[in-house]
């Protein structure tokens, strides 16, 4: 007997019937099952052979695999019989159409040629009783479909061979369906799993010891050659990854070519070119958007003054650089280097203040009383000349030595720093303490530690100065601006805070309790600032809300009416969201250089301190590195308190699946 189940076809011999089951013995394992007999073909009886023995093996039948596939039906007796039924257009019964193709079969013939007969053959069709040649058309068609098939299963073989092999591979060589799936494991490797991995693809993944999930996936598509180890699935979804189009660089170009000429408002801005000023910034910096300097005046009071670059004078609101510098809400400042709000060569070109050259720029002054409050200021639209331009390790010489000279920055240091008491006294918070960052060019990484020495101290203490003259004075003149402020905290008590070692250690428990800063069109207390009210406003080049002020305080020296708060804040609202996928993006970017250098340093061991639990059920704790000038997370020991001294080991590292555990012990 012959059993098909649809899907698997069987030889069987009939061990016993009744009336609605006939029991069958499977297969040459021999299992015994019991089948409806419409799911039977008759293909030999035994009773002309006498006793009839129950399995395939024994006689009379005596089968076997090797016999079976010697029995096939030969391809010209298959021809023949085709083509004799193609002509009559008969069909036979499988007893008939057994002996038209072999004549007087044997057990092993009929067995043989019925198993072929259910097999993916194309010359015949029909159920047992029926058998016909298939049509001419018909065969020529499947014969078509057949060959597309098994191209494409010799394509797929060869593709997922390339996945099991992990070799480099050209996606330009692969066919439609291998790109698709290439781009469905490089989707689901930047963390869109929306689509799910076909069946096959997932049996070729297990094959290439890959499980589906990204990290796996991400260190497979390295293997081929489709993924680059230090990308950022974040960033690639966001408005930086593809930089300027050509529209914006060419309008970039024009500006710059333009930039000398006379523009709506020069002719009122103030020649401030003779006052000394000077860039500090990192040695790596090419946009340089705020300058400081001191003037001594005629009874020998200084004034401060602060100089910010005025991109509006080129850019204005509306304009396709404009939007989208707003679709991007700020710069971007990642290891391998700088994302920018406006094209490069723009930021670094006429809208920077370069050492030199005549800059279009917003000053502001002011003077300071003994104690370090504000006695007087004034802002106003400039023509600036920096005397030149500093990094950060210059100022600290300037500043120690104090040469004859270059006497300014020094005193300008201890106007500053005077300023930065009176806050201190109003509450604000000192939280200074060493940063270290992973810098990269794309291949190597390594880590930069900045310190808080006096330039840096300096430079952001006149930044913070000018945001609050600007707070003031938008808030006494009832100006809309994107304030920034901070609720007060919730800190520990005063005795607790002083039991703790000063430092990295006392700053965490102050952070635990720091509120978030808030952006709002009215202004606020700054707590942490110690200000009554606080703007952003010396980086217009790297943050769209600073270009907000500008627009705003133009607004009021030209004589037209400001943006409302209704409209500054829809402005807040648009650009909170490319701001934090921003800050985000950032994060993302100095974690992953970070698991890159920590997965260079496998080995290494490191002196921390003890800072405080985040979950202590887990004993996940966050120590302070000092020589790494890094807060991290790690695991500790159970009994640790703030300020314990530990040794920080890498315990598993592995920056493609964004996976770094760190351990601490005593």
Known sequence: MGHSDGTEHWLGVVVAQDPKRVTVSLGF?????????????????????????????????????????????????????????????????????????YGSPSASEAAAGWLWLHSDQLWFSGADLAIRARPLQDLVRLRRLRHRAERSRQAQEHWHGLLRRREPLRAAELDPEQAHQLAQLISWASGNQAEPLAPALLQALRQAQCSPEPGAIRHLLVDLGQWDPHVLPSLQTSVWAHGFSAELEDEAQRLISTADQARPGDSTRVDRCGLHCVTIDDDDTQDLDDAIGLEHRSDGSPRIWIHVADPGRLIAAGDPLDLEAQRRGSSLYLARGILPMFPLALSCGPLSLRAGQRCAAWSLWVELEADGGIAAYGLERTWIKPTYRLSYADADDLIDLAPPQEADLAALHKLLLRRREWRERHGALNLDQPEGRVRSDGQSSWLEVTEPGPARQMVAEAMILAGAVVGYHGQNLGLALPYRSQLPGNLPAAAELQALPAGPVRHAAFKQGLSRG????????????????????????????????????????????????????????????????????????????????????????????????????????????????????????ASCGPGDALLLKVQQVDPLRDSLQLRAHR
């Open 518 to 637: 808030i952006t709002s069109a009215s202004p606020a207390v700054h707590f942490s600032l110690g200000l009554p009210a606080y703007v952003q406003a010396t980086s217009p080049i790297r943050r769209y809300s600073d270009l907000i002020v500008q627009r705003q305080l133009e607004a009021l020296n030209q004589g037209r009416d400001p943006l409302a708060a209704e409209a500054i804040q829809a402005l807040i609202s648009a650009i909170d969201g490319p701001v934090r996928q921003g800050i985000q993006i950032s994060r993302d970017d100095q974690r992953h250089w970070r698991q890159v250098w920590f997965a260079s340093h496998h080995d290494g061991q490191w002196p921390a301190q003890f800072l405080r639990w985040l979950r202590a059920s887990d004993q996940l704790g966050l120590v302070w590195v000092e020589s790494l000038a890094m807060e991290l997370a790690a695991h500790c020991p």
């Open 29 to 101: 394992q021999d299992r015994l099952r019991k089948l409806p007999s419409r799911q039977l073909s008759l293909i030999r009886r035994g009773d002309q052979f006498g006793p009839v023995a129950d399995r395939l093996q024994s006689p009379p039948w005596t089968l076997n695999p090797d016999g079976l596939r010697a029995d096939q039906p030969r391809a010209r007796d298959v021809g023949a019989a085709w083509l004799l039924l193609q002509s009559s257009g008969e069909s036979l019964s499988l007893r008939d159409w057994f002996e038209l193709i």
